[in-house]
């Protein structure tokens, strides 16, 4: 068993790229996450087979629509048995509750998490999108509105990884993505930290992709960065 408190994002085309990339990590990381563009290409099929490889499953479809559409895709992905699914929390209360409700009645261990603001958002991109809370608050008013719902697990920058701590302490999950070596190039990420400054910042576990994924060798890659992760959570 792992202590890695990496995330693999398995930002790849394909089920035999997935499968490939989670056999060159091996347990350097402590679970995979398939997200939309593996998703779409293979669907089902690459869920199973990333599992055959004994990863533990972070499925990132990021549902938002109406409860009952986001209730029944909640039960297919239970049936997948992976461990944590991902929602919008601006999909707003009444789906938040069905998606919980759906994933406890199926008793699979399924977690549902929601999101709060993408880690792309800058606090302009935020505003364009009509929303005028400062990033900070839209984040905190989100994860209110889902821990209000049931949610206990949220994805949200490592930068409001702390303010979310805060505010739901030891019993909140804190996923954050928007992890990058230090002085590597933040890509399309706006708001980014180091794994140890995301940990000593409050957060579970780290999604990283395409530091490890890119790397001439990904396992070392990914070893780096949880063995950085693993000394500043002992501190």
């Known amino acids: 068993m792992t202590d890695s408190p990496l995330i693999l994002a398995l930002d790849v085309a394909s089920t035999l790229e997935a499968v490939s990339l989670c056999e060159k ?37 990021k549902l938002h629509d109406i409860p009952e559409t986001v209730d029944r895709a909640v ?37 549902i998490v929601a999101v709060t603001v993408l880690t792309s958002h800058t606090q302009a991109s935020l ?34 990884a702390s303010l979310l701590r805060g505010k739901f302490g030891q019993a909140a999950c804190l996923i954050t993505p928007g992890i990058r070596p230090r002085g590597a190039d933040v890509q399309d990420q706006a708001r980014v930290l180091t794994p140890s400054a995301a940990m000593q910042a409050g957060a579970n576990w780290l999604v990283v992709g395409r530091p490890i994924r890119d790397a001439q060798d990904p396992r070392a890659a990914a070893l780096a960065m949880a063995n950085e992760a693993k000394e500043a959570r002992r501190q």
Not at 37 to 51: H, I, M, Q, T, Y
Not at 77 to 96: I, K, Y
Not at 151 to 156: E, Y
């Open 25 to 61: 990590v091996g347990d350097a990381v402590g679970m995979v996450k398939v997200g939309l563009e593996l998703f779409v290409a293979d669907g089902p099929k690459s869920v199973e087979a990333v599992r055959n490889c004994g990863a533990s499953i972070f499925l990132d479809l």
């Open 75 to 111: 039960a297919r992905a239970a049936a997948l048995n992976v461990s944590m699914l991902t929602v919008h929390a601006s999909g707003g209360a009444p789906m938040l509750e069905r998606a919980v409700a759906r994933a406890s009645g199926e008793a699979t261990g399924l977690a």
């Open 127 to 160: 505003h364009a999108t009509g929303v005028a809370a400062t990033l900070a608050d839209q984040v905190l008013a989100l994860a209110q509105l889902a821990w209000q719902s049931g949610v206990t697990h949220f994805v949200c920058s490592p930068h409001e």
